[in-house]
């Protein structure tokens, strides 16, 4: 259906404008019962969206700053692909300070999100340890060495608890105001151990520099293997220690 799914939110809704930033979407600025939100067209099926909307859903009622879907106008929240959110104004975190209340945003989504299922099809980087693939990772895909390198970076995290992560908090997808911390794009969302959220600019979330570290290594490969294999992956796995060092 495309783009044709939008008169599911009324007659008079219509596109606006492209945004930039989507690789697996296609992402407008909508117009919708006279407001301006954004709509987001992609391929996920329908147990992933409407895990991830129950989840925005549920961190929105928990005053987390999130990106809030808007239901059809016969109720649903999302229809052939097609999910339509409301805008987050802002700009990105630019200051140490603006880092240290993005750390504790995500920690709020981390506590209101203990013993969330996880996202249909999805793997944690644990539970990679021993699995060979999950929605986008594919381990046999990649040299026997960098995935020796993942798997130690993740053996790290094994025993922590595990909430819904954001899986991206990088500053494009931050939204400062003076009051308020927005978080947009969950399309990297999962089921995963807090700290992977948290190897933030400035050690905003305050690790140290031990957790600091195993927190970026798991990142890391975490997104080595979820991009493999292009040139930023090779970058982020090079980034990971051989085995033999990696403590």
Partial sequence: MGWDALAHWGPDAVRVERLTGGVANDIWTVRVRGEIAVGRLGTRSDADLAWETGLLRHLDSRGIHVPLPIATTDGRWFASGLVVMTWIDGGPPETAA?????????????RATAGWPQRPGWRSSVDLLRARSGTKIDLGAMPVEAVARCRAAWARLVGRPTCVV???PNAGNIRITADRVGLIDWDEARVDVADLDLALPHDAADLGDH??????????AWEAAVCWDDDYARRRLAEVRPVDAAG
């Fill in 166 to 168: 954001h899986g991206d």
């Fill in 98 to 110: 603006d880092w240290r209340r993005v750390a504790a945003t995500l920690r709020e989504v981390h």
């Fill in 211 to 220: 957790a600091f570290d195993v927190a970026a290594q798991a990142s890391a």
